[in-house]
């Protein structure tokens, strides 16, 4: 057996939604750097055409699905399109997230249904297998750019400061791999001991 390949993805699909930016984005480069060709999914089609294109001239292969998850039907309609690049999805990541930070009182049932839509019935639709802890990311910016809300993130770690994306890559890898085919109905913490500490 060789070990290097248990963890690569060739011959894997793998649909990422969220695949625009942040975490999303990282872990669709991480897989297709490791083989597996990537459906993009996310709803700004642009940045998820950019995506792709960076995907691509790196050498790797990949796909744009324009698809917005608040939507229930275009939710579905993204789903039975996904196999049409380059078969049905062996991974699926959802890294799609809505987080809206507004004072309770001055959210709007719009705002309720697309945060429940892409935060609770896009995965429930499509596995979720990582849980990661702080991350610079557009979701995370406004606790980014304020130095002591970021600082004291950092410090909720056991190791001491905040993750960078590239640092998903590994736990992301090896969970849509061979080397990861009898780990079932696990979440995967990649927190810098976030959860550990309490």
Do not use: H
Not at 19 to 44: D, T
Not at 68 to 74: Q, W
Request: overall charge negative.
């Amino acid at each position: 057996m060789v070990v290097a390949d248990l963890f690569s993805l060739a011959q894997k699909v793998a649909l990422v939604t969220g695949a625009n930016s942040g975490i999303g984005k990282s872990i669709a480069q991480a897989y297709a750097a490791a083989g597996a060709c990537v459906v993009l999914v996310a709803r700004r089609a642009a940045e998820l055409e950019q995506a792709r294109t960076e995907i691509e001239d790196a050498g790797g292969r990949a796909a744009a699905l324009p698809c917005d998850l608040a939507e229930r039907d275009a939710l579905f309609a993204g789903a039975a399109r996904a196999p049409e690049f380059f078969g049905t999805p062996d991974v699926v990541v959802n890294a799609a997230g809505v987080n809206i930070r507004r004072p309770m009182l001055e959210i709007t049932e719009t705002d309720w249904d697309a945060t429940m839509r892409v935060n609770l019935d896009a995965p429930f639709f499509l596995p979720q297998r990582l849980a990661p802890g702080s991350f610079p990311t557009p979701l995370t910016a406004l606790v980014m750019n304020d130095p002591v809300r970021w600082k004291q993130m950092a410090e909720r770690t056991l190791i001491g400061r905040n993750g960078r994306l590239e640092e998903l890559a590994g736990a992301a890898i090896c969970l849509a791999s061979r080397a990861s085919d009898f780990v079932m109905g696990q979440t995967v913490f990649v927190d810098g001991g976030m959860s550990a500490a309490g």
